[in-house]
């Protein structure tokens, strides 16, 4: 099962760059026309020259994932990766509510004692003092301004 | 003849050296901590010194550099795992001889080889640069357009496991660079209405996206285990017995700048290059090979420092960077007006001789801070991951943000994140791309420059590869593209 869905995800990744290469083409060929300008001076001479190039590329991902010899896959831990790029995510979202300081020390206070770190105190010492340290460090001292 | 002079003043300016302190401090703890990089440390370090002098900008990220790449070795030797990719060699025989009680040996073989090995790597650059800039004054557009070119499909077949792969990692980094307003006819391209997107894809947040939120979640999809460190005791080593391997280490580090001069090639394949021929040249180590000899070290160590120098032999004079820390620098540059190529050592004289005062200094701080912290940095290493990498995560969207005060640099540093992240859980390689987005602009000013020029000769197909450089330029590419094609055909076979 494993190795079916190994060997059709090579596949799928051919299927979408050849994909993305045709509607690049496609793109490139009618942004131009609308544009009525010569090829030498048009901005989609190249984009156009990629998207060539990546037809036969996204052709030769396709042969090797029809081809592919069954592959164990790397050990993967799912769940910590989806939970991370989803409070980072609400991070960012949250950071024009609510400031760098106060999200980026409810970032690091959730996402700390997620991974593992058991220690109430060294959760509250660095989410509260790592922000103050970086806040007084860019903003103050290096005068890059803060979200 | 660059001016030495020029070089001394930078290394006797106390604000010049104290950056380059500061920078080579950095470089020890990010060098050395798993999971951070020096590209990534260098990537968010374009962010902070956006408003700086240049000259400060290039001390603080030169002593990152240089130190940076040199204490990979440190985690290598002391918990088996490489700080830096270029230090994996190191590990092989760095790790075992700190097993048996030898770490301190280990280290000082490391510190003392990495020295001798930036310091060579730079005293090339000074050398070469300038005859190498002479011959680039003669290059054509068509010719930067296939140096360009050559040096993606260079860094597509020496990073990724399959050349294909690779090509299409730097295809898609092509792309991403074309979005923005057009530099020739001023029209908006590839933006699909998104304000936003008009201003381009800045090169800061993608570049600490690939190389930094990527590590974050690629750290975290593998393991939150944290390695055991070996113990260092001070057993000190005769400088005679040290230097016994000055010799040879020439010979590496001359492998390491060749390497290093070949873009994408970088400290991995020059540290493996250069133990490949220890192994062959020396016939009789102190321990076989891979348990423990100091000869192993030398060879890796002196090879991936001496990588330094090498990459940034293209990266100044043809503007086409050696590896992605300079491409990272490359994009210092630009960010500070300045544009590295074939003139760049007679118009900006002074930020040359700044970038090999950098070098020299951090070289210097190198075997200092190798030989006083180092062998004091064991507690530093095991800062566990559940704290490091959300710390990296908050530096990364800080670092995005900074360069030019757009929260939506933030979200592109995000997307720059997971794609990177997908894109090496999938051995699509991110080096290809970050050149390519560095080097994709003006691979497209110089393919249309050239096809206008082109265009009104009797024989466009001459006119446009008729020229010896042009000719051997072109060569180079169908033979890197054929070479690689056999050997991946070779190995389908074989299969």
Redesign the interface.
């Known amino acids: 099962m494993t190795t079916h869905h190994k060997h059709s995800m090579t596949c799928y990744e051919g299927i979408a760059f050849l994909l993305l290469s045709v509607s690049l083409i496609v793109y490139s060929l009618v942004n131009h026309a609308e544009a009525q300008v010569e090829w030498k001076q048009s901005p989609y001479l190249f984009p156009l020259l990629i998207a060539v190039f990546l037809l036969p590329l996204s052709l030769s991902v396709i042969k090797q994932g029809a081809g592919q010899c069954p592959q164990e896959s790397g050990k993967f831990q799912g769940k910590p990766t989806l939970v991370m790029v989803a409070a980072t995510a609400l991070y960012i979202a949250s950071m024009g509510l609510l400031g760098f300081l106060v999200s980026t020390a409810l970032f690091l206070l959730f996402i700390i004692r997620y991974l593992g770190e058991r220690r109430w105190v060294v959760t509250i010492s660095i989410a509260i003092l790592f922000p103050v340290v970086l806040y007084l460090l860019f903003a103050m001292l290096l005068h890059v301004m803060l979200p | 003849m660059v001016d030495v002079l020029g070089i001394l003043s930078f290394a006797v300016d106390f604000r010049f050296v104290l950056l380059v302190f500061v920078g080579s401090v950095a470089g020890l703890f990010v060098g050395a901590i798993p999971g951070l990089s020096v590209s990534m440390a260098t990537a968010l370090l374009v962010?902070?010194t956006?408003?700086w002098q240049t000259t400060d900008a290039l001390a603080t990220i030169m002593g990152v550099y240089v130190v940076g790449v040199f204490s990979g070795a440190l985690s290598a030797i002391l918990i088996n795992i490489p700080g830096a990719p270029s230090s994996v060699v190191t590990t092989l025989d760095g790790f075992p001889l700190a097993k048996r009680g030898q770490s301190y040996q280990a280290l000082s073989y490391a510190i003392m080889y990495s020295f001798i090995g930036t310091l060579f790597g730079f005293i090339a650059l000074l050398l070469v640069a300038k005859p190498i800039s002479s011959l680039a004054l003669r290059f054509t557009p068509m010719d930067y357009f296939l140096l360009a070119l050559f040096g993606l499909t260079t860094v597509g077949s020496l990073t990724s496991k399959?050349f294909?792969?690779g090509?299409?990692s730097a295809?898609l980094g092509?792309?991403f660079s074309?979005i923005g307003i057009?530099s020739?006819?001023g029209?908006a391209?590839?933006t699909f209405g998104i304000r936003n997107l008009q201003a381009g894809i800045n090169i800061v947040p993608a570049l600490v996206g690939l190389f930094g939120?990527s590590e974050?979640?690629m750290s975290?999809?593998?393991?939150?285990e944290d390695g055991e460190v070996a113990k260092v005791s001070k057993t000190p080593i005769r400088l005679k017995e040290l230097l016994r391997h000055a010799p040879l280490s020439l010979w590496y580090a001359t492998i390491g700048v060749f390497v290093g001069a070949l873009p994408g090639a970088g400290g991995p394949v020059a540290a493996f290059l250069a133990y490949s021929q220890a192994k062959r040249v020396v016939k009789h180590p102190s321990v076989p090979f891979g348990e423990g000899a100091v000869e192993g070290i030398v060879a890796s160590e002196t090879a991936n420092n001496a990588c330094i120098g090498g990459a940034m032999i293209p990266m100044l004079t043809l503007a086409i960077p050696g590896d992605a820390v300079t491409a990272i620098i490359l994009s210092v540059f630009y960010v500070h007006g300045l544009r590295p190529g074939p003139m760049f050592i007679q118009t900006s004289s002074e930020m040359f001789q700044a970038i090999l005062a950098g070098g020299f200094v951090g070289s210097f701080f190198l075997l200092l801070l190798g030989y006083l912290a180092a062998p004091r940095i064991s507690k530093v290493l095991t800062i566990?991951?559940?704290?490091l990498?959300?710390?990296v995560?908050?530096?990364c969207?800080?670092g995005s943000?900074?360069a030019n005060?757009r929260?939506f640099d933030?979200?592109l540093m995000?997307l720059f994140g997971?794609l990177g992240?997908f894109m090496r859980?999938?051995s699509y390689s991110v080096a290809p791309m970050t050149l390519a987005i560095v080097l994709g602009g003006m691979?497209?000013s110089n393919?249309?420059r050239a096809?206008?020029l082109a265009?009104s000769e009797d024989n466009k197909l001459l006119a446009l590869f008729g020229r010896p450089i042009t000719m051997i330029l072109l060569l180079l590419l169908l033979i890197t593209l054929a070479t690689n094609s056999n050997l991946f055909n070779r190995r389908?076979k074989s299969?």
């Open positions: 962010s902070i956006y408003s399959q294909s792969k090509l299409i295809a092509l792309l074309m057009d020739v006819m029209t391209r590839m939120f974050v979640l975290l999809s593998v393991s939150l566990p991951k559940r704290v990498l959300p710390l995560t908050v530096l969207v800080i943000f900074a005060n929260s933030v979200l995000f997971i992240f859980r999938r691979m497209d393919f249309r096809v206008s265009s389908r299969k």
